[in-house]
């Protein structure tokens, strides 16, 4: 069959998701191409490829696109008498399955997609019923069976197909930075984010932490270095690259130097960031690390987000981090449901004592179905139908602020970098481009310049491309798809 994924930017940080279910549909036999809705027609690319599915892999933020390039193809479908069948994968639909109905979409995957997908593709090969895919919803009240891989499984899959996102975004590989991930799941219960109702929602279906065995990573980790050229940082995207100190981060901090020797980026707690774990993360080559620090209060963060971290562990693993001369990138949340706008400057002087190399901000924007969304709803800080999108810098859909303040917090979702890494006698000169009517369009261009030329230059220089011509049309693709 002949498979269509979409997806919608061309990320600096390669789709994992899609490049593996690609590398599992061609090792079936079947014909896979990828488009950009940020770069290409899907109408086009329809005519010419020809596809006997469409697959849409969807984050939250960028539903409005998926549904108005999907609402074309459903007219061409009509208007030319060709029969596409349309799947979405991806956290949306995972979270969000009322999607299928919203867009009259012939099935939606939730979770895992590595063994849905190719029964999926074998079912409609064969003509025969999809009803009893695990992991496939044939309606909005979600799939009637689950289940997620087990580390086992992970080992045996495929490594990602690399080609077809570097043949969709060529700067890509220009770039000395590459992406793995090491493990699926994570067990907190942080109360703006979907794991916790991801793991309600596949509870039963094994272990939350999934993990590739250390040679597995590797081996892949190599296989890219050869073929990919050059290689000069990795970045591993595992939500907590580890939870404690074992077996498992012993031998990577034994095996990687040894078969990578490549300085690596990865996503920590606080609480997981023990000495003993950092030094062995240092070790084996850590020369960045991301640690959120959420909120500045510790009543709002372990009540109100149930993060379960004191100020002292975050002032701990942040000192920690500067003693052995990692790197740090954290983002903090503004607008918390719940929280008052002298929170929000409070957050922003707790994140600047801590020293982050990168700090960033955000407005906080509850996603639908998670425990903070909830408890908006409860305390009735934001109406049922309220647009739970995230989208980065935008003002917060609670009603609990003023319009002025809303403003405010989003200023400081674009200057708050800024704030936080400026010599002292500056703050008073950024705080008051917060607090005043400061253009919030200027505010993002100049707030987002910095913060990323902050991120490129601290937390992966080695990725910088060496030739100008390349740094060139990074940047240039980074204006047309990200300003
Ligand atoms: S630690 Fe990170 S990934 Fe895990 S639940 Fe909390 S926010 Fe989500």
Redesign the pocket.
């Known amino acids: 069959m002949r498979i269509l994924f979409v997806l919608n930017i061309p990320y600096a940080i390669e789709p994992h998701g899609v490049m593996l279910l690609s590398s599992i549909c061609k090792n079936a036999g079947h014909e896979v191409q990828l488009i950009l809705l940020k770069k290409d027609s899907l109408i086009k690319r329809v005519q010419e490829f020809n596809p006997h599915v469409v697959a849409y892999s969807v984050i939250g933020s960028e539903i409005d696109i998926f549904a108005a390039a999907d609402e074309k193809l459903r007219r061409y479908c009509e208007e030319s008498g060709t029969r596409i069948f349309r799947i979405m994968g991806g956290p949306h639909p995972t979270f969000s399955p009322g999607i299928l109905d919203q867009m009259s979409l012939d099935a939606i995957c939730q979770g895992d997609g590595e063994k849905a997908l190719p029964a999926l593709l074998e079912c409609l090969e064969k003509n025969e019923p999809l009803d009893d895919i695990p992991n496939i919803a044939l309606t909005s009240a979600g799939a009637r069976l689950r289940e997620k891989l087990s580390s086992e499984e992970l080992d045996a899959q495929p490594f990602a197909d690399r080609d077809l996102y570097y043949a969709a975004v060529p700067y890509i590989p220009r770039t000395g930075l590459r992406s793995f991930v090491a493990s699926r799941g994570?067990p907190?219960?942080?109360t703006f984010?979907y794991?916790?109702v991801y793991n309600k929602m596949f509870e039963g279906c094994g272990p939350i932490l999934r993990r590739r065995s250390v040679n597995s990573l590797l081996t892949e980790i190599e296989q890219v270095i050869a073929q990919y050229p050059p290689v000069r940082f990795i970045r591993f995207f595992d939500?907590?690259f580890s939870l404690t100190v074992d077996d498992w981060l012993r031998e990577f901090a034994e095996e990687y130097p040894k078969r990578i020797g490549i300085p690596f980026y990865c996503l920590m707690?606080p609480n997981t960031f023990s000495e003993e774990a950092a030094v062995l993360l240092k070790k084996a080559g850590c020369y960045s690390l991301s640690m959120?620090v959420e909120a500045g209060s510790e009543p709002i963060r372990n009540t109100i987000l149930k993060r379960g971290l004191s100020d002292k562990d975050m002032r701990t693993a942040f000192e920690r981090a500067r003693r052995l001369g990692i790197n740090t990138y954290g983002n903090t949340m503004v607008a918390v449901p719940g929280t008052t706008i002298e929170d929000d400057f409070h957050s922003m002087e707790f994140t600047r004592s801590l020293k982050l190399t990168v700090p960033t901000f955000s407005v906080c924007s509850p996603s639908r179905g998670t425990e903070l969304a909830d408890f908006a709803m409860e305390q009735g800080l934001m109406p049922a139908d309220a647009d739970m999108i995230t989208r980065f810098s935008a003002e917060s859909p609670l009603n609990s602020y003023t319009e002025k303040e809303k403003k405010i917090q989003a200023r400081i979702a674009c200057l708050g970098t800024l704030y936080c890494t400026v010599p002292g006698f500056l703050k008073p000169l950024v705080k008051l481009m917060i607090t005043s009517p400061f253009p919030i369009g200027l505010a993002r261009k100049i707030g987002f310049s910095f913060a990323i030329f902050r991120i490129a230059t601290r937390l992966f220089p080695h990725a910088i491309p060496k030739n100008p011509i390349t740094i060139v049309r990074v940047a240039i693709d980074g204006i047309r798809y990200f300003w």
Request: charged share 20%.
């Open positions: 994570c907190f219960h942080c984010c794991n916790h939500d907590t707690r959120a």
